[in-house]
């Protein structure tokens, strides 16, 4: 339980006591600075620990953001300050230097305060914290009252401003993403919101309300899977209410403050899964019709997913930018100026809210066949969108923390996660020692280049050659060298960030293609089944990134072979088996792939140890 500390009496007639008591707080009262200190060190060091004035005055909604958000180890308002196991030594370090503070009491009548003004010792706090380098969350109130009146008539305008202003609503609005699509922000938000405080008020969290989204999508895809003109129409249906299910768990998290890294791995991971399953339940239902679209059910998977590596790749490689003069970002500054042009460019990258929504009602009213080719040319429109300008961006930018005379320069953690993202296996890390030496006379835009010509000899190669040649494989081998070279120096060049799409790219449309060219029943299934496990890694490795926790160890890329190792494997299996053996080598690969991936996934993050965090992100 947490623990909040008056720094003196309770002015009479203040809820402040009940307030703390509702979020959680065994509230102690401290006669002075010395007893603050003692009463704090009483507390058990894993727990968190709160320091507030008694005259505070503000919303309750106030305190709520000051004092239990668990992403913050250390977080204020104005008169309030809190503290978590990781924060407290400091916390120790400067009540120890403020002990000259003088705390604040009430006088006798409940009407007045003392008329000397005391010293805000929360505060004060708060100021040694940021001052030694812990730093202090503020959260932004916008018209919620936290404040530490030092008179009586300040008091009672306080109070009339805490009466003016409707903290619930106030809390309400601000469980709404800030940055969303469209649809979610004009079709969903405005009654999911009460549905997200409906589920906190009975004591559901987040993580509760992200496993039913995925089960209603679940059944959704199963409805799809029928192939009857009913069960398209209920899984549509199912589909958007699985959508509105996956708004309501991030507003129920920002209503309660209910972060964590495992939520948000949560949300994004089953966000994939529901969609992709959902195209397996399609391409199930046509097959009950007679109509294949099992390639176009995992292009739509590979386009996707390359999509969102886009984007993963070129926000971990800006992470660090502080600037960016191009043109093209001044043009995108001026479009954003003006209301209309940011809805419509929210709407035309096709985020995952309109995404749905068309998805929903083309499977209701048309066929699989016609679903996936609107989502393959609306994705394709996206991608070369975003793509372009990132590209353009990127020609153009500066890095902070980096000393490098070009603009393109990135900072070593840039280049770190670019590495991770790339998910390069044995053979690919020990090419690039060969090359290590020789990579840096490379010109600037080798590595993104190079992996491009690889990758693309070895997806051509797979698509145009009949199955069973050895061509594919000999290609692969080249895919495997070219990959090491592109590696093979830190990747702090203007479009190496679009090294790990490519990547991603080469070995998903290899893998699709050597399944098409086997034109036997199953195999495509199968292939499906490989990229999503392989997919599954990817989305992992991201968002293992983003949580502040590494990429994933060392040894499971090893067993799994990294990108280079699998797109090998794979190209070797069609030019040695049969094709009806063919599907089956896909589908253990698969399995297995997907059992090391899946059972280390959930090992890390059930047992992580990684800070709260939660994800507002791109509207994928």
């Not at 050597?514 to 195999?523: I, Q």
């Not at 494997?569 to 059992?595: D, K, P, Q, S, W």
Request: some cysteine; proline content about 5%.
């Amino acid at each position: 339980m947490s623990t909040a500390i008056l720094t003196g009496p309770p002015v009479p007639g203040s809820s402040l006591e009940g307030d703390l008591r509702s979020l959680g707080f065994d509230v102690r009262i401290a006669s002075g600075t010395e007893d603050t200190a003692a009463l704090i060190a009483a507390v058990p060091g894993a727990e968190r620990v709160a320091v507030v004035d008694p005259r505070f005055v503000g919303h309750v909604h106030s305190l709520r953001l000051g004092l239990t958000d668990p992403r913050f180890p250390a977080a204020a308002v104005p008169g309030a300050l809190t503290a978590q196991p990781e924060a407290r030594t400091a916390l120790t370090r400067a009540l120890s230097a403020a002990g000259s503070g003088t705390p604040s009491s009430a006088a006798d009548d409940g009407d007045t305060l003392s008329a000397v003004r005391a010293v805000v010792l929360p505060d004060v706090l708060a100021d040694a914290l940021d001052a030694e380098g812990t730093a202090v969350h503020r959260p932004e109130l916008g018209s919620l009252v936290a404040t530490v009146p030092d008179d009586p008539q300040a008091r009672n305008e306080a109070r009339q401003a805490v009466t003016a202003v409707d903290d619930e609503d106030v809390r309400l609005r601000s469980a709404v993403k800030a940055r969303d699509g469209f649809f979610t922000t004009f079709c969903i938000s405005p009654y999911s919101r009460y549905i997200a405080r409906w589920c906190a008020r009975r004591g559901l969290t987040p993580n509760q309300v992200t496993t039913a989204s995925l089960l209603t999508a679940l059944i959704a895809a199963g409805a799809a899977a029928t192939g009857t003109r009913g069960g398209y129409i209920a899984a549509g249906v199912l589909l958007i209410f699985s959508f509105v299910l996956d708004c309501t768990d991030g507003q129920l998290a920002r209503y309660s403050l209910q972060y964590s890294t495992m939520g948000a791995w949560l949300d994004a991971t089953f966000d994939r899964a529901k969609e992709y399953a959902y195209y397996a339940g399609l391409a199930l239902g046509a097959a009950r019709g007679g109509d294949d679209v099992w390639a176009l059910a995992l292009g739509a998977m590979v386009l996707q997913t390359c999509r969102h590596v886009v984007d993963f790749s070129f926000n971990e490689a800006n992470h660090d930018a502080v600037s960016n003069t191009s043109p093209t970002a001044a043009l995108s500054d001026k479009l954003d100026s003006v209301g209309w042009t940011v809805w419509v460019r929210r709407m035309i990258v096709l985020p995952i809210g309109e995404r749905w929504a068309m998805i929903a009602v083309l499977t209701a009213v048309t066929t699989p066949r016609i679903v996936f080719y609107a989502l393959l040319i609306g994705c394709a429109f996206a991608a070369s969108y975003t793509t372009a300008g990132r590209v353009l961006r990127s020609l153009t930018r500066k890095a902070g923390g980096t000393s490098q005379a070009k603009l393109w320069g990135r900072t070593d953690r840039a280049a770190q996660a670019l590495a991770d993202l790339t998910d390069s296996g044995p053979l690919a890390v020990a090419v690039a020692g060969r090359f290590s030496k020789r990579a840096p006379s490379l010109p600037a835009f080798a590595p993104f280049v190079i992996a491009l010509a690889g990758g693309a000899a070895v997806v051509a190669t797979a698509a145009f050659t009949d199955y069973g040649s050895p061509w594919p494989a000999v290609a692969a081998v080249a895919y495997v060298i070219t990959s090491g070279i592109a590696v093979a120096r830190p990747l702090k060049g203007a479009l190496d960030w679009l090294v790990p799409p490519v990547f991603r790219a080469a070995e998903y449309c290899t893998v699709l293609a050597l399944a098409a060219r086997a034109e036997v029943n199953g195999a495509l299934p199968a292939a499906f089944g490989l990229v999503a496990a392989v997919a599954y890694h990817h989305y992992d490795t991201v968002y293992r990134i983003r949580g502040g926790t590494g990429a994933p160890p060392n040894w499971l890329v090893r067993v799994i072979g990294g990108h280079e190792g699998r797109t090998l494997a794979v190209a070797v299996l069609a030019a040695l088996v049969t094709n009806a053996h063919f599907t089956i080598a896909l589908t253990v690969l698969a399995v297995a792939v997907a059992l090391v991936v899946l059972v280390e996934s959930i090992r890390f993050w059930v047992s992580s140890g990684a800070p709260a965090v939660h994800d507002e992100g791109e509207p994928a």
